[in-house]
Protein backbone atom coordinates (compact mmCIF):
# COMPACT_ATOMS: atom_id res chain seq x y z
CA UNK A 1 0.00 0.00 0.00
CA UNK A 2 1.49 3.53 -1.11
CA UNK A 3 1.76 6.08 1.91
CA UNK A 4 0.95 9.46 1.08
CA UNK A 5 1.63 13.25 2.67
CA UNK A 6 -0.79 15.92 1.00
CA UNK A 7 -2.64 13.46 -0.66
CA UNK A 8 0.40 12.32 -2.60
CA UNK A 9 2.45 9.29 -2.70
CA UNK A 10 5.24 10.21 0.40
CA UNK A 11 8.14 8.83 -1.59
CA UNK A 12 7.10 11.86 -4.10
CA UNK A 13 7.17 13.90 -1.97
CA UNK A 14 10.36 13.01 -0.24
CA UNK A 15 11.64 13.78 -4.21
CA UNK A 16 10.16 17.19 -4.82
CA UNK A 17 11.84 18.55 -1.56
CA UNK A 18 15.20 17.08 -2.66
CA UNK A 19 15.40 18.61 -5.71
CA UNK A 20 13.79 21.76 -4.19
CA UNK A 21 16.79 22.27 -2.07
CA UNK A 22 19.31 21.15 -4.86
CA UNK A 23 17.96 24.34 -6.98
CA UNK A 24 18.15 26.36 -3.86
CA UNK A 25 21.78 25.40 -3.73
CA UNK A 26 21.90 25.76 -7.30
CA UNK A 27 20.19 29.44 -7.18
CA UNK A 28 22.71 30.35 -4.18
CA UNK A 29 25.23 29.99 -6.47
CA UNK A 30 27.23 27.98 -4.41
CA UNK A 31 28.40 25.32 -6.90
CA UNK A 32 27.17 25.23 -10.59
CA UNK A 33 24.43 23.10 -11.38
CA UNK A 34 26.73 20.32 -13.40
CA UNK A 35 28.89 20.01 -10.51
CA UNK A 36 26.25 19.38 -8.07
CA UNK A 37 24.70 16.71 -10.12
CA UNK A 38 27.78 15.15 -10.54
CA UNK A 39 28.44 15.05 -6.79
CA UNK A 40 25.32 13.90 -5.88
CA UNK A 41 25.22 11.33 -9.15
CA UNK A 42 28.88 9.74 -7.80
CA UNK A 43 28.35 10.52 -4.16
CA UNK A 44 25.04 9.07 -3.73
CA UNK A 45 25.20 6.03 -6.81
CA UNK A 46 22.81 8.01 -8.30
CA UNK A 47 21.41 7.45 -11.87
CA UNK A 48 20.81 10.97 -12.25
CA UNK A 49 21.85 14.02 -10.29
CA UNK A 50 18.70 16.09 -9.11
CA UNK A 51 18.76 19.06 -11.40
CA UNK A 52 18.67 16.19 -14.55
CA UNK A 53 15.96 14.62 -12.79
CA UNK A 54 14.19 18.17 -13.00
CA UNK A 55 14.54 18.30 -16.08
CA UNK A 56 13.47 14.72 -16.59
CA UNK A 57 10.41 14.91 -14.82
CA UNK A 58 9.64 18.31 -16.87
CA UNK A 59 9.65 21.81 -14.74
CA UNK A 60 6.02 22.34 -15.96
CA UNK A 61 5.38 19.10 -13.81
CA UNK A 62 7.53 19.63 -11.11
CA UNK A 63 6.15 23.00 -10.35
CA UNK A 64 2.28 21.22 -10.45
CA UNK A 65 3.96 18.54 -7.73
CA UNK A 66 5.42 21.01 -5.45
CA UNK A 67 2.17 23.23 -5.31
CA UNK A 68 -0.36 19.97 -4.58
CA UNK A 69 2.47 18.69 -2.12
CA UNK A 70 3.06 22.13 -0.68
CA UNK A 71 6.44 22.49 -0.93
CA UNK A 72 7.35 26.04 -1.46
CA UNK A 73 9.12 26.15 -4.76
CA UNK A 74 12.76 27.66 -5.25
CA UNK A 75 13.56 30.65 -7.09
CA UNK A 76 15.14 29.36 -9.67
CA UNK A 77 12.42 27.26 -10.45
CA UNK A 78 9.73 29.76 -10.72
CA UNK A 79 11.27 32.67 -12.08
CA UNK A 80 11.37 30.82 -15.60
CA UNK A 81 15.50 31.13 -15.85
CA UNK A 82 15.33 27.57 -15.66
CA UNK A 83 17.85 26.72 -18.51
CA UNK A 84 17.33 23.27 -20.20
CA UNK A 85 20.83 20.58 -20.19
CA UNK A 86 23.71 20.72 -17.84
CA UNK A 87 24.82 24.59 -18.70
CA UNK A 88 22.33 25.71 -15.91
CA UNK A 89 23.58 27.38 -12.66
CA UNK A 90 24.05 30.99 -11.63
CA UNK A 91 27.55 32.21 -11.35
CA UNK A 92 29.60 31.52 -8.61
CA UNK A 93 29.59 34.81 -6.08
CA UNK A 94 32.64 36.58 -5.79
CA UNK A 95 35.66 34.93 -4.26
CA UNK A 96 33.66 31.54 -3.80
CA UNK A 97 34.55 29.78 -6.76
CA UNK A 98 37.81 27.86 -7.22
CA UNK A 99 40.01 29.30 -9.82
CA UNK A 100 40.36 28.12 -12.75
CA UNK A 101 42.78 24.70 -12.76
CA UNK A 102 46.80 25.35 -12.89
CA UNK A 103 49.21 22.56 -13.93
CA UNK A 104 49.75 20.51 -11.39
CA UNK A 105 51.53 17.00 -11.03
CA UNK A 106 50.63 13.78 -9.27
CA UNK A 107 52.27 13.71 -6.07
CA UNK A 108 54.68 10.54 -6.16
CA UNK A 109 54.88 9.76 -2.55
CA UNK A 110 51.53 10.28 0.07
CA UNK A 111 51.25 9.83 3.69
CA UNK A 112 47.74 8.89 5.92
CA UNK A 113 47.92 9.71 9.30
CA UNK A 114 44.71 7.22 10.71
CA UNK A 115 43.96 3.69 10.59
CA UNK A 116 40.18 3.29 10.37
CA UNK A 117 38.19 2.33 7.38
CA UNK A 118 38.79 5.30 5.27
CA UNK A 119 42.10 5.80 5.84
CA UNK A 120 43.16 1.99 5.14
CA UNK A 121 40.73 2.76 1.55
CA UNK A 122 42.24 5.14 0.38
CA UNK A 123 45.68 3.48 0.98
CA UNK A 124 44.61 0.69 -0.97
CA UNK A 125 43.66 3.35 -3.66
CA UNK A 126 46.84 4.73 -3.71
CA UNK A 127 49.25 1.89 -3.68
CA UNK A 128 47.19 0.17 -6.52
CA UNK A 129 47.52 3.27 -8.45
CA UNK A 130 51.47 2.77 -8.58
CA UNK A 131 51.61 5.35 -5.29
CA UNK A 132 54.61 5.11 -2.50
CA UNK A 133 52.10 5.51 0.42
CA UNK A 134 53.32 5.98 4.46
CA UNK A 135 50.20 4.99 6.77
CA UNK A 136 50.50 6.15 10.15
CA UNK A 137 48.45 4.81 12.76
CA UNK A 138 48.62 5.47 16.86
CA UNK A 139 49.93 2.54 17.46
CA UNK A 140 51.57 -0.50 16.80
CA UNK A 141 48.64 -2.80 16.25
CA UNK A 142 46.60 0.00 14.57
CA UNK A 143 48.75 0.13 11.91
CA UNK A 144 49.19 -3.31 11.32
CA UNK A 145 45.24 -3.63 11.34
CA UNK A 146 45.59 -1.41 8.26
CA UNK A 147 47.60 -3.11 6.19
CA UNK A 148 45.82 -6.22 6.93
CA UNK A 149 42.82 -4.56 5.90
CA UNK A 150 44.26 -3.29 2.82
CA UNK A 151 45.99 -6.77 1.69
CA UNK A 152 42.26 -8.48 2.53
CA UNK A 153 40.81 -6.37 0.37
CA UNK A 154 43.24 -6.70 -2.54
CA UNK A 155 43.30 -10.59 -2.17
CA UNK A 156 39.26 -9.84 -2.32
CA UNK A 157 40.18 -8.03 -5.72
CA UNK A 158 42.18 -10.78 -6.81
CA UNK A 159 39.71 -13.32 -6.54
CA UNK A 160 37.28 -11.64 -7.99
CA UNK A 161 39.19 -11.19 -10.93
CA UNK A 162 39.44 -7.19 -10.43
CA UNK A 163 43.28 -7.24 -9.67
CA UNK A 164 45.97 -9.67 -11.37
CA UNK A 165 47.82 -11.10 -8.46
CA UNK A 166 50.96 -9.27 -9.80
CA UNK A 167 49.21 -5.93 -9.36
CA UNK A 168 48.34 -6.66 -6.16
CA UNK A 169 51.78 -8.04 -4.86
CA UNK A 170 53.42 -4.92 -5.54
CA UNK A 171 50.46 -2.74 -4.71
CA UNK A 172 50.95 -4.28 -1.40
CA UNK A 173 54.85 -3.46 -1.78
CA UNK A 174 54.31 0.01 -1.50
CA UNK A 175 52.56 0.08 1.55
CA UNK A 176 54.60 1.18 4.28
CA UNK A 177 53.10 1.80 7.75
CA UNK A 178 54.02 2.60 11.20
CA UNK A 179 53.57 5.22 14.44
CA UNK A 180 55.85 7.80 13.69
CA UNK A 181 54.59 11.36 12.03
CA UNK A 182 58.55 11.50 11.04
CA UNK A 183 58.04 9.10 8.28
CA UNK A 184 55.22 11.04 6.21
CA UNK A 185 58.64 14.19 6.31
CA UNK A 186 59.39 13.60 2.65
CA UNK A 187 55.75 13.09 1.49
CA UNK A 188 54.39 15.71 -1.41
CA UNK A 189 51.02 14.97 0.10
CA UNK A 190 49.53 14.03 3.32
CA UNK A 191 46.12 13.00 3.84
CA UNK A 192 44.54 13.40 7.54
CA UNK A 193 41.99 10.34 8.16
CA UNK A 194 41.15 10.30 11.98
CA UNK A 195 38.19 10.75 13.70
CA UNK A 196 35.84 13.74 12.68
CA UNK A 197 36.56 15.67 15.21
CA UNK A 198 37.65 19.26 15.59
CA UNK A 199 40.15 19.10 18.36
CA UNK A 200 42.02 15.74 17.17
CA UNK A 201 41.87 16.95 13.51
CA UNK A 202 43.70 20.37 14.69
CA UNK A 203 45.76 18.48 16.34
CA UNK A 204 47.21 16.16 13.45
CA UNK A 205 47.38 19.44 11.53
CA UNK A 206 50.00 21.17 13.85
CA UNK A 207 52.00 18.11 14.29
CA UNK A 208 52.34 17.75 10.33
CA UNK A 209 53.12 21.60 9.82
CA UNK A 210 55.98 20.55 12.58
CA UNK A 211 57.16 17.44 10.51
CA UNK A 212 56.37 18.47 6.35
CA UNK A 213 58.64 19.69 4.05
CA UNK A 214 57.91 23.41 3.04
CA UNK A 215 55.12 23.15 0.18
CA UNK A 216 54.01 19.63 1.07
CA UNK A 217 49.84 19.54 0.32
CA UNK A 218 47.90 18.86 3.77
CA UNK A 219 44.64 17.41 3.27
CA UNK A 220 41.51 16.71 5.22
CA UNK A 221 39.16 14.00 4.35
CA UNK A 222 36.36 15.80 6.53
CA UNK A 223 33.36 15.90 5.73
CA UNK A 224 31.32 17.98 7.68
CA UNK A 225 34.01 20.14 9.70
CA UNK A 226 36.01 23.28 8.56
CA UNK A 227 38.63 23.19 6.40
CA UNK A 228 40.11 26.79 7.36
CA UNK A 229 40.04 25.58 11.19
CA UNK A 230 42.35 22.54 10.23
CA UNK A 231 44.60 25.09 8.03
CA UNK A 232 44.60 27.70 11.30
CA UNK A 233 46.53 25.03 13.32
CA UNK A 234 49.62 25.62 11.07
CA UNK A 235 51.61 28.29 9.85
CA UNK A 236 51.22 26.79 6.20
CA UNK A 237 47.22 27.70 5.11
CA UNK A 238 47.70 28.00 1.67
CA UNK A 239 49.16 24.51 1.61
CA UNK A 240 45.78 22.91 2.96
CA UNK A 241 42.87 21.55 1.25
CA UNK A 242 39.74 19.53 1.58
CA UNK A 243 39.75 16.03 -0.07
CA UNK A 244 36.39 14.44 1.14
CA UNK A 245 36.62 10.67 0.07
CA UNK A 246 33.51 8.45 -0.24
CA UNK A 247 33.28 5.50 1.32
CA UNK A 248 34.54 2.76 0.58
CA UNK A 249 37.04 5.34 -0.92
CA UNK A 250 38.83 2.01 -3.36
CA UNK A 251 35.61 2.09 -5.57
CA UNK A 252 33.25 5.23 -5.07
CA UNK A 253 34.50 7.83 -7.98
CA UNK A 254 33.93 11.14 -6.39
CA UNK A 255 36.26 13.20 -4.38
CA UNK A 256 34.99 16.78 -2.84
CA UNK A 257 37.78 19.10 -2.71
CA UNK A 258 37.25 21.89 -0.41
CA UNK A 259 39.27 25.10 -1.12
CA UNK A 260 39.06 28.32 1.67
CA UNK A 261 40.07 31.41 0.54
CA UNK A 262 43.90 31.00 1.79
CA UNK A 263 44.03 27.57 -0.48
CA UNK A 264 46.46 28.62 -3.10
CA UNK A 265 45.64 27.42 -6.78
CA UNK A 266 48.24 25.53 -7.08
CA UNK A 267 47.07 23.05 -4.14
CA UNK A 268 44.35 22.50 -4.82
CA UNK A 269 45.47 21.53 -8.65
CA UNK A 270 47.54 18.78 -6.38
CA UNK A 271 44.49 17.68 -5.15
CA UNK A 272 42.48 17.40 -8.38
CA UNK A 273 46.01 15.75 -10.16
CA UNK A 274 45.94 13.20 -7.46
CA UNK A 275 42.48 12.40 -7.70
CA UNK A 276 41.98 12.06 -11.06
CA UNK A 277 45.49 9.64 -10.95
CA UNK A 278 42.97 7.70 -8.38
CA UNK A 279 40.71 7.32 -11.19
CA UNK A 280 38.37 9.29 -9.63
CA UNK A 281 36.09 12.29 -10.49
CA UNK A 282 37.14 15.57 -8.14
CA UNK A 283 34.61 18.51 -7.78
CA UNK A 284 35.36 21.50 -6.18
CA UNK A 285 33.57 23.87 -3.84
CA UNK A 286 34.11 26.67 -1.47
CA UNK A 287 35.03 25.89 2.13
CA UNK A 288 31.80 24.82 4.49
CA UNK A 289 29.92 22.19 6.43
CA UNK A 290 28.68 19.21 4.31
CA UNK A 291 30.48 21.07 0.70
CA UNK A 292 27.36 19.11 -1.67
CA UNK A 293 26.28 15.89 -0.78
CA UNK A 294 25.85 15.95 2.97
CA UNK A 295 24.16 19.33 2.37
CA UNK A 296 21.70 18.17 0.20
CA UNK A 297 21.51 14.41 1.54
CA UNK A 298 21.11 14.66 5.43
CA UNK A 299 17.64 17.15 5.36
CA UNK A 300 16.84 14.15 2.60
CA UNK A 301 17.35 11.45 5.00
CA UNK A 302 16.18 13.58 8.12
CA UNK A 303 12.99 14.61 6.04
CA UNK A 304 12.46 10.77 5.51
CA UNK A 305 12.62 10.56 9.77
CA UNK A 306 10.11 13.00 10.15
CA UNK A 307 8.08 11.32 7.89
CA UNK A 308 7.72 8.19 9.77
CA UNK A 309 7.29 10.50 12.85
CA UNK A 310 3.77 12.12 11.79
CA UNK A 311 2.64 8.77 10.72
CA UNK A 312 2.97 9.61 6.89
CA UNK A 313 5.00 6.74 6.14
CA UNK A 314 6.15 3.68 7.08
CA UNK A 315 10.27 2.49 7.43
CA UNK A 316 10.31 -0.45 5.06
CA UNK A 317 7.46 1.28 2.37
CA UNK A 318 9.37 4.45 2.22
CA UNK A 319 12.50 2.74 1.39
CA UNK A 320 10.99 0.41 -1.14
CA UNK A 321 9.04 3.36 -2.66
CA UNK A 322 12.41 5.47 -3.38
CA UNK A 323 14.33 2.66 -4.89
CA UNK A 324 11.58 1.00 -6.69
CA UNK A 325 9.80 4.50 -8.34
CA UNK A 326 13.15 6.59 -8.34
CA UNK A 327 15.67 4.69 -8.50
CA UNK A 328 17.73 5.22 -5.64
CA UNK A 329 20.65 2.40 -4.96
CA UNK A 330 18.89 2.04 -1.15
CA UNK A 331 16.08 3.60 0.68
CA UNK A 332 16.33 6.76 3.37
CA UNK A 333 16.51 4.13 6.26
CA UNK A 334 18.95 1.48 5.09
CA UNK A 335 21.24 4.08 4.15
CA UNK A 336 21.14 5.33 7.47
CA UNK A 337 21.47 2.12 8.80
CA UNK A 338 24.48 1.53 6.92
CA UNK A 339 26.22 5.42 7.59
CA UNK A 340 25.33 4.87 11.04
CA UNK A 341 22.73 6.57 12.85
CA UNK A 342 25.24 8.05 15.49
CA UNK A 343 27.32 9.52 13.11
CA UNK A 344 24.32 10.91 10.77
CA UNK A 345 22.86 12.34 14.51
CA UNK A 346 26.22 14.23 14.33
CA UNK A 347 25.99 15.11 10.75
CA UNK A 348 23.07 16.52 11.39
CA UNK A 349 23.91 18.90 14.05
CA UNK A 350 27.16 20.39 12.79
CA UNK A 351 24.99 21.19 9.31
CA UNK A 352 21.90 23.29 11.68
CA UNK A 353 25.06 24.68 13.87
CA UNK A 354 26.17 26.28 10.75
CA UNK A 355 22.78 27.05 8.64
CA UNK A 356 20.34 26.92 11.22
CA UNK A 357 18.01 25.34 8.79
CA UNK A 358 14.94 23.41 10.73
CA UNK A 359 15.27 20.56 7.85
CA UNK A 360 19.09 19.82 9.62
CA UNK A 361 17.53 19.75 13.26
CA UNK A 362 17.82 15.90 14.12
CA UNK A 363 14.46 13.81 14.22
CA UNK A 364 13.40 12.84 17.62
CA UNK A 365 13.07 9.03 16.86
CA UNK A 366 16.62 9.13 15.24
CA UNK A 367 18.01 10.71 18.36
CA UNK A 368 15.83 8.38 20.63
CA UNK A 369 17.22 5.21 18.39
CA UNK A 370 20.65 6.84 19.19
CA UNK A 371 19.98 6.53 22.79
CA UNK A 372 19.03 3.26 22.87
CA UNK A 373 22.26 1.79 21.26
CA UNK A 374 20.43 0.97 17.91
CA UNK A 375 23.09 2.39 15.39
CA UNK A 376 22.27 0.70 12.57
CA UNK A 377 24.27 -2.12 10.96
CA UNK A 378 27.45 -1.68 12.64
CA UNK A 379 25.29 -2.66 16.19
CA UNK A 380 23.02 -5.13 14.37
CA UNK A 381 19.85 -2.74 14.63
CA UNK A 382 19.17 0.20 13.49
CA UNK A 383 15.35 1.07 11.35
CA UNK A 384 15.91 -2.23 10.44
CA UNK A 385 17.06 -5.35 12.51
CA UNK A 386 19.90 -6.59 10.75
CA UNK A 387 23.67 -8.33 10.71
CA UNK A 388 26.40 -6.01 12.63
CA UNK A 389 28.75 -5.79 9.60
CA UNK A 390 32.44 -5.01 10.65
CA UNK A 391 32.77 -1.43 9.97
CA UNK A 392 30.39 1.17 9.29
CA UNK A 393 29.93 3.59 6.33
CA UNK A 394 30.53 7.18 6.33
Known amino acids: MTVQEHGIAAGHVLLLRYLNRAAILCGQGYVTGPDIDTAMRLGCGLTAGPLTMVDEIGLDRVLELMAAAAVPPAPLLTTRAWPGGLDRGSPHPTGSAAPEPVAAGVPSSVGIVGSGTMAAGIAQALVVHGLRTTLVAR ?5 AAARRRVAAALDRAVARGRVAPATATEATGRLRTGVSLDDLADCDLVVEAVVEQEDA ?3 VFAALDRVCRPGAVLATTTSSLSVADCAAATGRPADVVGMHFFNPASVMRL ?14 AVAHALARQLGKVPVSCPDRSGF ?3 YLLFPYLNDAVGMVERGAAGVAELDREMEQAHGFPMGPFALLDTIGLDVSVAILRRL ?16 RLVAEGRLGRKTGAGFHVQRPSRGAAR
Open 139 to 143: RDERA
Open 201 to 203: KRA
Open 255 to 268: VEVGHTPHTAPRTT
Open 292 to 294: IVN
Open 352 to 367: HQQFGDPATRPGSMLT
